[in-house]
C-alpha cells in the first residue's frame, strides 16, 4: 500500500497563476483533509470531505476550491494564487470511528512569487 | 470555534535530557491526540488519549489525558537524536473543524 501520495512534490507559481494538488489513498478511507502548515501557525485545516460526493470548509478555505473525485482522490485547487498562499500543503485521510486517525501524504511545498 | 494551546513552541535539550509539552484546550475533549513530524516529513499519528487521567507509554514517551480532560501532555525521558521534531497535539472533530495544535519543536543537542 502507498498510503497516501501527493503530487506535486513542489511548486512554484507566480501571482494569479492556477493549479491543482492532487492526492489519492489507497486506504479505503471515507473521510479526507487539505491541511496547510505555515510556520509557527501549525496545521490548519482548509476543506474536509467525509465521504465521496461531500466537502466542507475548514478554518482556512478563502482562496480555495476542492473536489472529491471518488472515494480515493481529493483534489485541492487554487484559482489565482496570492502569495500569502505560500505554503506546505498536506492531505490526509482517516477511516473515521473511535480512533480517527489521520494519515498524511508527503506534502507539498508551494512557493507563490 | 475550539482552539487548543501547545507550550513551549521551541525546546532545545541536551541529549540524555527529559522533555515535556502541553496542550492546553478552552473547553473539554472527548478526546486528544498526538503526533510527531520530523523535519521535512510529515505528520505521524503517535496516540489517542480518551479517557479523564489516562496515562499511557510508549518506551520512553508518556502521554497524559488531565482530570478534567482539558489539558495533555506529553513527556519524553532521556532524549534521544531520534525524538528530534515537531510533536502536535490535536482535538477531536468536531463536525467538519479539526484543529492541531501550533506545535512543539523539539531540537536534541549530541
Known amino acids: 500500500n502507498a498510503g497516501v501520495t501527493q503530487t506535486p512534490k513542489f511548486q512554484v507559481l507566480k501571482t494569479g497563476q492556477s493549479m491543482t494538488l492532487q492526492c489519492a489513498q489507497d486506504m479505503n478511507h471515507n473521510s479526507m483533509y487539505w491541511y496547510r502548515q505555515d510556520p509557527g501557525m501549525g496545521l490548519r485545516l482548509i476543506y474536509y470531505s467525509a465521504s465521496e460526493g461531500t466537502t466542507d470548509k475548514g478554518e482556512v478555505p478563502n482562496g480555495y476550491n476542492v473536489s472529491r473525485l471518488n472515494k480515493r482522490e481529493f483534489s485541492l485547487r487554487l484559482e489565482s494564487a496570492a502569495p500569502s498562499q505560500t505554503s506546505v500543503y498536506f492531505c490526509a485521510s482517516s477511516k473515521a470511528g473511535a480512533v480517527d486517525t489521520q494519515y498524511f501524504g508527503p506534502g507539498t511545498r508551494l512557493t507563490v512569487l | 470555534g475550539q482552539q487548543v494551546m501547545q507550550i513551549p513552541q521551541y525546546q532545545h535539550v541536551q541529549e540524555g535530557e527529559d522533555f515535556t509539552t502541553y496542550c492546553n484546550s478552552s473547553t473539554t475533549l472527548s478526546n486528544i491526540q498526538w503526533y510527531k513530524q520530523r523535519p521535512g516529513g510529515h505528520p505521524v499519528f503517535l496516540i489517542q488519549?480518551?479517557?479523564?487521567?489516562e496515562v499511557k507509554k510508549q518506551k520512553r514517551l508518556t502521554f497524559q489525558f488531565g482530570e478534567a480532560k482539558k489539558n495533555s501532555s506529553l513527556h519524553i525521558t532521556a532524549t534521544q537524536t531520534t525524538d528530534v521534531g515537531t510533536y502536535f497535539c490535536?482535538?477531536?472533530?468536531?463536525?467538519?473543524?479539526?484543529?492541531f495544535g501550533t506545535g512543539t519543536s523539539l531540537t536534541v543537542i549530541p
Open positions: 490535536a482535538g477531536p472533530r468536531i463536525g467538519n473543524q479539526f484543529y
Open positions: 488519549l480518551v479517557k479523564s487521567g
